[in-house]
């Protein structure tokens, strides 16, 4: 794998470590809602999918 396709993945990883951490998760805990869906919810899950949705993409660019 090319160190820049690794350097992204760490990235990604730092980046998820920040945003699921309690300081800035507790931004999003409150009753608002989206769709029906608490805030906090859509935050955890959205955030959850892009980070799936980046790393195959960066994957997917190192195994062609």
């Known amino acids: 794998?090319?160190?820049?396709?690794q350097q992204k993945l760490i990235l990604i990883s730092i980046v998820l470590f920040f945003l699921?951490?309690?300081p800035f998760v507790t931004i999003f805990d409150g009753d608002a809602q989206l769709?029906?869906?608490p805030i906090?919810?859509?935050f955890i899950f959205s955030s959850?999918?892009?980070?799936i949705i980046?790393?195959?993409v960066i994957l997917?660019?190192?195994y062609e």
Request: aromatic fraction near 34%; avoid cysteine.
């Open 1 to 5: 794998m090319k160190k820049r396709h």
């Open 20 to 22: 699921w951490n309690v």
């Open 35 to 37: 769709f029906g869906f």
């Open 40 to 42: 906090f919810y859509v």
């Open 48 to 51: 959850w999918l892009i980070s």
């Open 54 to 56: 980046l790393t195959y």
């Open 60 to 62: 997917k660019k190192f």
